[in-house]
Structure formats: structure tokens, C-alpha cells
């Protein structure tokens, strides 16, 4: 079974895994939206700069969130004046997650969005449906394969975390030292195979059981969506 | 089918584009001897041997990339962990292992900070870092983490750094903490702080609080060529030490 140690790993990978969806859906929601409906200057610019975090080496993300973020940083020193520190907490950690696994939400729920058949949208305006309503009863229902789909690359992206991660809030046992983190460790030390077999393992089952969860909710909502057609 | 009519002059364009390695020596060595190892081998001396290439990385990656066959002639460790790992799987050529320089452990601080104290058993570390954290490579597998640790579990200090350290994947990164001040200290090499401005050294960890930081270094098996053993033996040469000397590296029958 695992150490005490491997366990809070584990368990501090899952929550900002999960934290950083919830955090980071919103905002990929409401840019998917207006990315895929919207036309407006800068739009390329935008999106160029949103798929940064996909092509530069995580390390490098990583230093830039800890300039932009660290106590020093433009943005830390900010929000340090409110008593909001990233560096060296969890937090940190759900922050560097957000920004690596934001574009793959983003990219798969435009796709989503892009292939909602505009004119049951119209034809909810027509009827009297407001923006909220329309949104929220026609086109996110219709593209929910798409969220899905994206909530699990990003869950899968944020879990894997390692160079952004340790860049920025570094490894900290009990606090920043994930399980991309413990496996990394155990892999400089002579004689860490043992662990590092376990802890493979875990990473392994956890990355099977998102895929699985994610079908199983695709299958069902699939079944539903056939119910009311 | 056409994927495989393809693939003959795929592999004719690889053979091109990646030319089998000409003649020189592939060295894998520390990150940390960077600034020091690329003088040495721009030495005419150097030159006159054999065209040399070096790899860096950490100690750890480098000596599994050898176990798994890496292609390496000459093997330069940070630490003697890994250059005994692989001697016990028979990967070196024992009798050209030497000790190729020492290094010192030192606290540094961002080049603006006050802080002044030396490193002893009534140090008060929390009080110099106040809210903050302490710098450190990884303590449980990086070199400089370790010997780290060590030295302040010896001087009695480890409980007061044990819940106020970070650490970092290496001692570079370590470094640059102190350096954008986001640490008011950090546990790094003399010889990464003689190359960073941004630091000063606010105190050096005694000697005989940790273990002896050497850089042992050697052929690997069946590696040991004429030619290699010309340049390791250069490398223990007047001009290769003056350089590692200038990086903030010790000789190796300093202490």
C-alpha cells in the first residue's frame, strides 16, 4: 500500500486536478462563447496567446507565473496587499494547473459550440427565450460531449502537472509536492524503484478511471440526449 | 499500401539529416560544471585531442541514461552516489575514476538583503527568514538538497528549516528564487553564486557538517580509449584546475 507520504500526494494532485476545473471552466465557458460566436479585433491575437501554455516548455510557464505571480511579482505584489499569496502554496499549484489545462478546455468546449445548430438558438429567441435561457437550455445541453470531453483533457493535463508546477511553487511535502512531483523525486534517487513502481501504478489507475468516468458520462448523456430528441 | 512505399526514403532522409556521430567524444556531465567544463573544452589542448561534446543534465538522469545504453564516453557526476551506482553495474572503467574538483555549500541571500550571521548551532534561521521560505534543491534526491540537509541536521537547525523550506528541481532553480528575492535564502554551490550577481554569500556551511561535495569523474567502460584518457588526464592538468578554481570549484586534494 502506499506511505503515509505517497497518499498525501496523491490526494493533493486530485484536489487541485479537480479545483483547477472548477476554477477554470467559467472563464473557458465564457471565452469558448465568445471565441466561437463572436467576431472582434484582436480575436486572432487572442487566440494565439491562448495556446501559448500548450507550446513553450511548462518550465518556462512556470518562471513566467512566478515573475507575474511570486511576491515580487506585478500581479503577487498586488494581491499580497489583500493577503493572497500563490508562491510556495497549494494554491499555487491550482493556478499553474488553470493555466496549462485552460487551453485544452477552451479549444474542446469552441469546438462544442461551433456545432450547435444556430437555428434552435434563433428559434428560442423567437419564442422569447433570453441570452441566459438560450445558453443554459440550448446550446450548453447540445455541446456537452464537447464540455465533457474538455474537462477530462484538462483534468488529465492538470494531474500530470510537473514543470509549470515545480517552477513556480516548487516542492513542498504535505503542501506543493504532487504525485508528478513524488514520481520525479523517486527517479533521482538511486534505489527509489520500488516506490516508484507504486506510485506509476497509482498515476495509471487514476488516468484510466477519468477515461472510463468520461465515457460512461458521454454513453449516458448520449442515451438521454436520444430520449429527448 | 502507401505508407510503406513511403517509408524506405523516409529512413534514406533520416540517415541524412542525422549523421552518425564524427570521431569526437560524447561527455555527460553535471549541470553544474557548465560555466567551467564549456571553457575547458574551448582550450586549443582540448582541441588538439578530439572534437568533444557535452551533454548536461542532472547527475541522476544522466547516470539512467547511461545504464540504458546511452552512447557516452566520459561521465562527470555531481555527486559519488551515482558514480557508484554505476560502477556496481559495471558501467565504468574503474581505474580512470578520479576526483575532479570539490565544491562548497553556501547560504546566499538576494544581493540587496541585510541579512549577516554565521552558520552555527545558535543560528536563527526563522528570525532571518521571518514569513517566507527557505531555498533548497529537492533535499530527498538532489546532491545539493542532500548535502544541504545534512549539514543542518549537524548543527541541530534542520527543525527550524523542516516546515520552512521550498524546494526546487535543482540547485539552478534554487538560485534563482534568492535571485528574484521571492527567497531570502537559499542553499546553492559556491560555485553557482561566484556566477549569479544577484546574490551575495551570507554564510558558507561548515566543511565537516556534510559530506565531502566532489565530482568524481571517469571513462565508461570500454569507452576508455587513448584519447579519453588524454583528456581526463587534462582535465587534472594546471590549466583545467586554474579554470575551475576562477568557477568557484576547490581541487580535489584540498581537504
Known amino acids: ?229 | 499500401m502507401l505508407l510503406f512505399r513511403l517509408i524506405g526514403p523516409l529512413l534514406l532522409l533520416l540517415a541524412a539529416v542525422v549523421p552518425a556521430r564524427a570521431g569526437g567524444l560524447l561527455v555527460f556531465a553535471a549541470s553544474s560544471m557548465k560555466p567551467a567544463l564549456d571553457e575547458i573544452v574551448a582550450l586549443p589542448e582540448t582541441k588538439a585531442i578530439a572534437g568533444i561534446t557535452i551533454s548536461y543534465g542532472a547527475s541522476s538522469a544522466l547516470a539512467r541514461q547511461i545504464e540504458a545504453g546511452a552512447p557516452a564516453d566520459v561521465f562527470i557526476s555531481a555527486d559519488l552516489e551515482w558514480m557508484d551506482w554505476l560502477q556496481q553495474r559495471d558501467h565504468i572503467a574503474a581505474a580512470t575514476r578520479f576526483v575532479l574538483a570539490r565544491n562548497e555549500l553556501v547560504l546566499v541571500a538576494p544581493a540587496a538583503s541585510k541579512l549577516e550571521f554565521t552558520l552555527d548551532a545558535k543560528t536563527d534561521l526563522r528570525g532571518a527568514l521571518g514569513d517566507s521560505r527557505l531555498a533548497l534543491a529537492e533535499p530527498g534526491s538532489v546532491p545539493a538538497g542532500k548535502y544541504a540537509k545534512a549539514s543542518f541536521e549537524k548543527l541541530g537547525l534542520w527543525p527550524q528549516v523542516e516546515t520552512r523550506y521550498v524546494a526546487t528541481e535543482n540547485v539552478r532553480a534554487a538560485l534563482a528564487l534568492a535571485t528574484r528575492g521571492e527567497a531570502p535564502l537559499a542553499a546553492v554551490y559556491r560555485s553557482d553564486a561566484v556566477s549569479e550577481p544577484g546574490v551575495r554569500v551570507v554564510a558558507a556551511f561548515p566543511a565537516s557538517s556534510h559530506p565531502p561535495i566532489s565530482y568524481p569523474a571517469a571513462a565508461l567502460k570500454d569507452r576508455d580509449s587513448a584519447a579519453t584518457k588524454q583528456w581526463l588526464a587534462l582535465l587534472q592538468g594546471p590549466e583545467a584546475r586554474t579554470i575551475l578554481r576562477r568557477w568557484g570549484f576547490r581541487d580535489a586534494a584540498s581537504d
Not at chain 1, 44 to 65: I, R
Open chain 1, 1 to 229: 500500500m502506499l506511505s503515509a507520504a505517497e497518499s498525501t500526494a496523491l490526494a493533493i494532485s486530485l484536489k487541485v486536478a479537480l479545483l483547477s476545473i472548477v476554477v477554470a471552466l467559467p472563464f473557458a465557458l465564457a471565452l469558448g462563447l465568445a471565441l466561437s460566436r463572436l467576431r472582434f479585433p484582436g480575436k486572432s491575437v487572442l487566440e494565439a496567446l491562448l495556446n501559448l501554455p500548450l507550446v513553450l516548455p511548462p518550465v518556462v510557464t512556470g518562471y513566467a507565473l512566478l515573475l507575474l505571480f511570486g511576491r515580487n511579482g506585478a500581479i503577487g505584489a498586488w494581491l499580497g496587499t489583500f493577503g493572497i499569496q500563490f508562491a510556495f502554496h497549494w494554491s499555487g499549484a491550482v493556478v499553474a494547473a488553470v493555466i496549462m489545462s485552460f487551453p485544452l478546455l477552451v479549444i474542446s468546449i469552441r469546438a462544442g459550440f461551433d456545432g450547435v445548430d444556430r437555428r434552435l438558438e434563433a428559434a428560442a429567441e423567437s419564442l422569447g427565450a433570453g441570452p441566459w435561457r438560450r445558453f443554459l437550455s440550448i446550446t450548453l445541453p447540445l455541446s456537452r460531449r464537447s464540455v465533457l470531453a474538455g474537462c477530462v483533457l484538462a483534468f488529465a493535463r492538470a494531474f500530470g502537472e510537473f514543470g509549470a508546477t515545480i517552477s513556480f511553487v516548487g516542492s513542498i511535502p504535505g503542501e506543493t509536492r504532487t504525485l508528478s512531483i513524488a514520481i520525479w523525486e523517486l527517479l533521482n534517487q538511486p534505489g527509489g524503484e520500488t516506490g516508484l513502481g507504486r506510485l506509476v501504478w497509482v498515476a495509471l489507475l487514476v488516468g484510466v478511471a477519468a477515461s472510463l468516468f468520461a465515457a460512461l458520462l458521454g454513453r449516458r448523456s448520449q442515451a438521454n440526449g436520444a430520449a429527448h430528441d
